[in-house]
């Protein structure tokens, strides 16, 4: 079983290809939310509705699965329908992407990861239409081609004509001179295979699952099951939980494809069960080397992994210069209690003064209209407010101390503290919940420390919410938005909304020598990093009435390359 990661899969392959499986499994309830395939389309119907039933498991967060390794385009052989429907594909695929140009939006925020990224996306899929339509052409008889000719004035433009019959028409037309005198086609002789200069590293060593952020990835063989995620801040293994924690033996290949290896080794360590062994097969490179890797295991996973196995001696590594390398490692701990303990309910701490009724109300009437586990509102303000006394679900803390210096360190604290449950919201009172807030502890799960929450104004643009400050928090710095995808050793909580486990608040609470505007949460985060803890990005949504910070801090472009 080849278990991939949907929008990972649906943004790399589904506007050029689409599987063509013998048989595809998938839920009455999937299709009664997609609809089935369109009944109005005779080529790319299956392509429209495979793409319905992955954009589905995407928004889910579910990962969608191959019992059979292997992705392709069309094929091509002489009862091919490519050959015979050309026409259908190449219109039906047009329209394919113009409606995907105006859906994919909203719902789908995560999907690229740029406006460049998503125009990649639909260019690939011209690019792709267009030489498929002059290889099936090709293929086609000179009767046909002829025949054909009003149907290329119609819908083609006129560099496209020109492309199909000089590449297209050659074709034809030297097929059709070779049968007149007889001569037998070329048949192309068989590329020899490429050799390999992929290094044995393993040895009989075999996994039981393969974690990989590549599709065809060589080093997956011998393992028959394999999980295909994307290497960056949108990793995450929740889904496969337990699938994870069931293996004795895993591989991870290439954790240094790209910056994003703290979060790579990290999220796959999660789940992790002591006595599990775990391999990382990799070339060095200019992100990380095998030594490079024993650093980040230790700083991410201190005292709870042991090495046992090195592919070779580190003179011939150093030697042979970015070499392939084996290392193998054996879990002797479990993982950081706050990603394991269950979750029991939902404290919802909101700092206020109790002169903004209107919106107190509508943050505490929407937590209470969409939240579906045990819940309790603390409200912290420097005297009661009487439109909450009696309240079983409200409590209050009245709290006025250093109100002039904005002591919010201390009434966070204060709420975390004293919270009843296992994950806590803190935030001010000019925010509100939606629907969408809390289905994600369901889909995305709740192994995290401390999370940034997503956020939007009410006209749709985004708030200060995956925050980015370029500094230590010894000065002022410039600071940014990120890509949802993307992370960086200056990411930080920004201080409106803050998700954070019980657990890991009692190991990192607030620094109470910092009141309002020196940068209290940025210093948590610099606090938390030192350690090699993650500051997670929460995809739930909450709106934001107003942010009088996002105007200062302009989108980050996205690069998995190169950190700010």
């Known amino acids: 079983v080849r278990l991939v ?24 309830e999937s299709l009664d939310c997609v609809g089935g395939m369109r009944e109005d389309w005779s080529f790319l119907c299956d392509w429209d509705f495979f793409a319905k039933l992955l954009l589905r498991c995407a928004r889910r967060r579910q990962f969608a699965a191959y019992v059979t390794s292997g992705n392709f385009g069309w094929r091509l052989h002489d009862d091919s329908t490519t050959t015979t429907k050309w026409r259908q594909h190449y219109l039906e695929h047009a329209e394919l992407m113009r409606l995907w140009r105006e859906s994919l939006e909203g719902k789908d925020f995560d999907l690229f990861v740029s406006p460049a990224d998503r125009e990649n996306f639909f260019l690939r899929g011209d690019l792709y239409r267009k030489k498929r339509l002059i290889d099936d052409v090709s293929q086609i008889s000179a009767t046909e081609f002829s025949a054909s000719v009003s149907w290329f004035r119609n819908n083609l433009n006129a560099s496209m004509q020109r492309k199909i019959v000089r590449r297209a028409g050659r074709k034809i037309l030297k097929r059709k001179i070779q049968s007149a005198f007889g001569a037998e086609a070329r048949k192309s002789s068989a590329s020899p295979p490429a050799v390999s200069e992929n ?30 995620i994307p290497y ?17 033996r895993i591989r991870i290949t290439n954790p240094n494809l790209n910056r994003f290896f703290h979060l790579t080794v990290a999220e796959c360590f999660k789940y992790v069960k002591p006595g599990a062994e775990v391999e990382f097969v990799f070339h060095d490179n200019q992100h990380l080397t095998w030594f490079g890797l024993k ?6 996973a201190a005292g709870r992994f042991e090495i046992v196995h090195q592919s070779q001696n580190p003179r011939v590594g150093t030697e042979k210069g970015f070499s392939k390398w084996s290392l193998r490692y054996r879990c002797t701990g479990q993982d950081a209690r706050w990603h394991s303990e269950p979750m029991n309910g939902l404290t919802i701490g909101v700092l206020t003064l109790g002169d903004r009724m209107e919106e107190l109300n509508q943050l505490i009437n929407t937590a209470r209209t969409h939240c579906d586990v045990p819940y309790e509102i603390v409200l912290i303000a420097p005297k009661s ?48 919940f939606t629907e969408s807030f809390f289905e994600a502890f369901h889909t995305w799960g709740w192994s995290y420390g401390i999370a940034a929450v997503r956020l939007q104004l009410p006209d749709g643009k985004r708030a200060l919410d995956w925050g980015v400050v370029q500094g230590d928090n010894f000065t002022w710095c410039k600071g940014g938005l990120l890509n949802y995808r993307d992370y960086s050793r200056f990411s930080y909580v920004p201080g409106g909304v803050t998700l954070i486990r019980k657990s890991f608040w009692e190991q990192f609470p607030w620094c109470e020598d910092l009141y309002w505007n020196e940068h209290e949460d940025v210093e948590l985060c610099r606090r938390i990093q030192r350690t090699g803890a993650r500051i997670s990005f929460f995809p739930g949504l909450m709106i934001a009435t107003r942010d009088r910070w996002v105007d200062e801090n302009p989108l980050i472009e996205f690069s998995d390359q190169t950190d700010l």
């Open 385 to 432: 407010i009487e439109a909450f006394e009696g309240h079983d679900d409200v409590r209050q803390i009245q709290f006025s101390e250093r109100d002039d210096l904005g002591w919010i360190t201390r009434k966070k604290n204060l709420i975390c503290g004293g919270a009843k449950y296992s994950d806590i919201v803190v935030c001010h009172d000019r925010f509100e």
């Open 232 to 248: 960056d801040n949108s990793i995450n293994l929740w889904p496969v939980r337990h699938q994870v924690h069931s293996k004795d």
């Open 199 to 228: 290094e044995s590293v393993s040895g009989d060593w075999t996994p039981e699952l393969v974690i990989t952020g590549l599709h065809g990835d060589p080093d997956v063989a011998p393992c028959r099951n394999s999980l295909v």
């Open 5 to 28: 990661e949907p929008a990972d899969y649906f943004r790399q392959f589904l506007s050029i290809s689409t599987a063509l499986p013998s048989g595809m499994l998938f839920s009455k």
């Open 295 to 300: 650093a980040v295991i230790n700083q991410v």
